[in-house]
């Protein structure tokens, strides 16, 4: 521990919070957050089997469906260890590097799930405004060196941000407003000027986060414009039945994260609910949505789905 000025030190640890006001109810809300990491982590899971398994399944679509599935898995991996000990044990201590690091995770991964979803628009785009050249275009090298992408941009632009947290001296209170380490979070407990890591986390939104939204609502836009341009109705719905599942997914991505940002630097409650309920159904849901959206939705993962069960029971 380093101590400046006998007031501001890096402290050993930081003490995590469950949800405010239910505190005494914390074994009972373990139970559903324990299902919801079992659906997320195996449902992805079964996701990334079934593709590996349906050479019918190895298509560009399917092999970035697969990409999501492992970033979820990710996701919800970064989080699990210290929200049941929140909820479970009732264990509130996280070391200081270990909340870096969770937070390092927490924010790559979201950031590498922003970059996938826009590059499955893009395979929408692709497969609807130009099919003839969707094979050329999305070959599996290509889908290769785009995954890549996702997870050098996530580790690069995520990259700073712990060692920003590291350099500033912190105050007495250690006690996190989550059940896992978020960066605006963590920073608000320094007591030192934090303009910087302000200004690099509203620039990481804007030029991860924001610049992806703003290509997948392009890349829809054209492909609404082709779609309508289609003579036949039933040509027009089978058209934009391929993206159902894709929309969902981006609406169940962003949505939450936008309004955990908005809240986060506009907002000014006395009471940190809010802020917990956005970024726990932002990291909670994402991962066990997904799975079930495109189990429901796509026609070909729910044959797969049935034929991989109905092995397993024979």
Known sequence: MSTFNGTYYQPPFFLLSGIPGLEESRIWI???????????????????????????????????LSLLAATDIGMAASTLPTVLNVFLLNHRRIEFHGC???????????????????????DRFVAICNPLR????????????????????????????????????????????????????????ACASIRVNIIYGLALILCSFGVDSVFVVLSYTLI????????????RLKALNTCV????????????LIALALIH?????????PHVTMSNIFLFLTPVLNPLVYSVKTKQIRRALRRLFVLKVG
């Open 245 to 256: 599942s894709h929309i969902v997914t981006v609406l169940i991505f962003y949505v939450p």
């Open 224 to 235: 609404l414009k082709t779609v309508l341009g289609i003579a036949s109705r039933e040509g």
């Open 100 to 122: 870096l690091a969770q937070m390092f995770f927490i924010h790559t991964f979201s950031s590498m799930e922003s970059a996938i979803l826009l590059a499955m628009a893009f």
């Open 30 to 64: 373990s139970i559903p957050l324990g299902i919801m990491y079992v659906i997320a982590i195996l449902g992805n899971s079964i996701i990334i089997h079934i593709m590996h398994k349906n050479p019918s399944l190895h298509e560009p679509q399917y092999v970035f």
């Open 134 to 189: 969707y094979t050329v275009v999305l070959t599996h090298s290509r889908i290769i060196q785009m995954g890549l992408a996702a997870v050098a941009r996530g580790v690069a632009l995520m990259a700073p941000l712990p060692i920003l947290l590291k350099r500033l001296p912190f105050c007495k209170n250690i006690i996190l407003t989550h059940s896992f380490c978020f960066h605006p979070d963590v920073m608000k407990l």
């Open 265 to 273: 630097r506009i907002g000014k409650y006395h009471s940190p609910l």
